[in-house]
């Protein structure tokens, strides 16, 4: 079984002392390519070079998170964009909108967004967003550039069937982590995930966060690694009633897809 983590922040300081290990875990158990998550300035950095570090096995994103947007500017969106021309960098993010915390200003937030959607237009790369208790803002200002950028993906997805619907819709692929793994508060994703087409659901860890709860038993450190993208695999599964080497095989051959991954 083949399997692609599409969102796995692997610069998090947790990480660096078995690093490694890590890659090699993952790999013991399927995981053969993933996309290291940039979401700042200097993790965008740190990002690309784990991917020319390991290149064939780590690809980049690279984009300022709403929380950070505060923090962006000129010098920001000059990087970004030389980071955006690489072959590395397949996507252009983590951005989106973050009301739910609201660590930078909603004005700032819109700005922001809306610079790296262009930087995805100009660059031709898709998008990797994020959005959380801003569907309203989010979507108005996705809608004016879709249809100039080559895809998208909201990932981390725990919104709405509504919310699906209308990212569905616009041709977004959706990415599913191990929140649907969680009896306490991913029970609405086990009621609708099998409505989203094969070609355009993709899978995710975000590791260090959202263990899966169905990993048994749980590490006492309770961090989150590509390792464990299986257990979100399984259980996906499981909720859209296919047997788990198809949902690997369609996962795995739409984020292959998706990000150009040889």
Not at 41 to 49: I, N, P, T
Not at 93 to 115: A, K, M
Not at 241 to 260: C, H, I, L, R
Request: net charge negative.
């Amino acid at each position: 079984m083949q399997l692609v983590d599409i969102g796995a922040n692997l610069t998090h300081e947790s990480f660096r002392h078995d690093f490694d290990a890590v890659l090699d875990r993952a790999a013991a158990h399927g995981v053969t390519h993933m996309l290291v998550t940039g979401a700042s300035y200097d993790g965008s950095e740190h990002a690309l070079q784990l991917a020319r570090s390991h290149a064939g096995r780590l690809y980049a994103t690279a984009g300022v998170h709403p929380h950070h947007a505060i923090d962006y500017n000129d010098v920001t969106d000059a990087r970004l964009r030389d980071f955006a021309k690489l072959s590395e960098v397949r996507a252009v993010g983590e951005t989106g909108l973050d009301y739910h915390r609201n660590y930078s200003p909603r004005d700032v937030q819109l700005q922001v967004f809306e610079r790296q959607l262009q930087i995805a237009v100009d660059a031709g790369k898709p998008l990797f967003l994020h959005q959380r208790d801003a569907h309203h803002d989010f979507l108005a200002l996705l809608k004016r550039y879709r249809d100039r950028v080559p895809a998208a993906v909201v990932h981390c997805f725990t919104d709405t069937r509504e919310a699906l619907l209308d990212y569905l819709a616009l041709d977004c692929h959706i990415g599913i982590t191990g929140w649907i793994c969680d009896e306490r508060r991913g029970t609405h994703l086990r009621e609708f995930v099998r409505e989203i087409p094969a070609n355009r659901l993709m899978i995710e860890t975000d590791a260090p966060y959202l263990l899966p709860r169905t990993v048994r038993p749980q590490p006492s450190h309770r961090r989150n690694e590509p390792m464990y993208l299986r257990h979100i695999c399984e259980e996906i599964a499981r909720d859209r009633g296919e047997p788990v080497d198809v949902t690997a095989a369609n996962s795995t051959a739409a984020a292959m897809a998706f990000f150009g991954l040889a």
